[in-house]
């Protein structure tokens, strides 16, 4: 008689390596042609740390260095992280708000990534039926740890033809009163868009109606390099209350170091009155802490770091985004409705008509990288069924030498006439 087992994996975890970036990028590499000798050119994920060019600055390599040496640090760090650490992030984030910061503010985690699942569990601890409004395209890591937590997901549109803003009518629709949060990101991951002071602005005026929390995710904050400054949605925060995720992943090109927080932009306190804060904590102690030698490098890293080094990288990407759109541009297999403007990203739309013995976005994706060894993100994965988003961080030769390729791969595969 065969034995009954009383448990069984989670179901939303198991289908998770088919919709997160990282299960897709996962399953494309697996179908690179092992017998091409060109090099692969890795356009589908944001971290550009492989190339040269995008090294971390010397400063930030130091204070990493220095706080390991130290033998102050082997410790374990309080939940919401050491206090050297969310003063110095405090301080950071306030130069760019009307009002100022306190460590209080700042809670420290392992990446953006850990932010997003604090956050997102805190909130529907709330609520046993809350809903949360996330972007279409957007970033499907908030889609798992919604489903994770029990929240329902509903998705509003950006609005392509108006460089990926807000469809605010549309969003509006979907929320009701368990409708509990929204969702942003700005600079805009995948689309490369960076919203202007007014929309954000009415952003939080549209959340203030709703009775929400603007959660902004801002993990590519002064990535930008266009004529749209970055602009924190804290600034906001005397509208709606927000909370802010960031790390020093993508300003310092140091994604594996996993350091990110979260923090209460609210000067009315009101995530306070609500217990959110008290939320946030409670899922911090019951969560692993971000290395306590890595939080003592902060304070160093952000007072060392010179503008130089950021204006360095932003030129690069500024020359990237150009070669990127100029030479998509070629293509009439490809539409790019705008130029990137921040972040690492571009989303363009695939036109299948022109294209012969391909699909859709999945099957361009695979055989793109069997045949080319270039690698994109298949468009499906961040809500837009046969677009991509391609990642232009890379050095330009690399560039130029990837989008050569998708060029010679779409004509190879063009209908013939």
Not at 28 to 54: E, T, V
Not at 165 to 186: G, H, K, S, Y
Not at 293 to 308: L, W
Request: a negative charge; hydrophobic letters at 40%; charged letters at 20%.
């Amino acid at each position: 008689m065969e034995n009954k087992w009383n448990f069984q994996g989670n179901g939303e975890l198991k289908a998770a390596p088919g919709i997160t970036i990282r299960g897709v990028l996962s399953n494309i590499m697996q179908n690179l042609n092992k017998d091409d000798q060109r090099p692969i050119i890795p356009l589908g994920h944001g971290d550009p740390s492989a190339f040269p060019c995008f090294r971390t600055s010397l400063s930030a390599e130091d204070a990493m260095v220095d706080s390991v040496r130290s033998g102050k640090f082997n410790c374990y760090s309080p939940s919401v992280g050491i206090l050297p650490a969310r003063k110095a992030v405090a301080d950071y984030l306030s130069k760019d708000l009307p009002y100022k910061l306190s460590p209080d503010d700042v809670y420290l985690t392992i990446g953006c990534t850990q932010a997003i699942e604090v956050v997102l569990t805190a909130i529907s601890l709330s609520n046993p039926v809350a809903n949360i409004l996330l972007p279409r395209p957007g970033f499907p890591f908030y889609d798992v740890r919604a489903a994770c937590s029990n929240l329902e997901v509903r998705r509003y549109d950006l609005l392509p033809e108006q460089g990926w803003e807000v469809d605010f009518e549309a969003l509006e629709e979907l929320a009701d009163e368990n409708t509990v949060a929204m969702v942003i990101i700005n600079p805009g991951n995948p689309c490369g868009n960076v919203y202007t002071s007014q929309h954000m602005k009415k952003i939080a005026e549209t959340a203030r109606k709703l009775g929400i929390i603007v959660i902004s995710d801002e993990v590519y904050d002064h990535l930008t390099f266009a004529s749209t400054p970055f602009v924190p949605m804290g600034t906001f925060g005397s509208i709606a209350p927000v909370l802010t995720l960031g790390s020093i992943s993508k300003r310092w090109i140091v994604p594996g170091w996993r350091l990110g927080w979260i923090v209460t932009c609210d000067p009315n306190a009101i995530l306070q009155q609500t217990g959110i804060m008290k939320s946030i904590t409670g899922c911090l102690e019951v969560s692993t802490d971000a290395p306590t030698f890595i939080q003592a490098a902060i304070p160093q890293i952000i007072e060392n770091t010179k503008e130089d080094f950021f204006l360095k990288i932003v030129e690069i990407l500024r020359g990237a985004a150009d070669i990127c759109f100029d030479k998509l541009n070629e293509m009439p297999f490809i539409t790019c409705p705008s130029k990137p403007e921040g972040s690492m990203f571009v989303m363009v739309k695939l036109n299948l008509s022109l294209l012969d013995d391909i699909s859709d976005d999945v099957e361009f994706s695979l055989k793109l990288a069997r045949e080319e060894s270039v690698i994109v993100l298949p468009g499906v994965t961040v809500g837009l069924k046969n677009w991509l988003r391609i990642t232009f961080a890379c050095d330009h030769s690399s560039l130029e030498d990837g989008l050569g390729r998708i060029k010679g791969f779409c004509e190879r595969h063009a209908k013939k006439e």
